[in-house]
């Protein structure tokens, strides 16, 4: 029988930062564009978005390493507990 690849789904927290990235960089590009054009830089504007999107990722950066840190305390406090051996199922 056919083993069936299993294909990684995205979970919000990736997806969400994903676009944090996506926007902080379609927004300096854009800001770059329009202060060489004009001649003036929206530096309010500009240290506002990078607080929010910096902000943000860091919040969203930090709660996936806590998870994956508990997922590997989990799976080694599980190996422990079945004497140390490991199953292939």
Known sequence: MRQQIRKKRLN???KYLIYC??????YVISERIAASITGISCDSLTNAVKLF???EAFLCAMIKRHKLINARKAAENFREEQGGFEYDD
């Open 12 to 14: 919000g927290l990736d």
């Open 21 to 26: 990235i996506v926007f902080f960089t379609i």
């Open 53 to 55: 999107c910096g902000g």
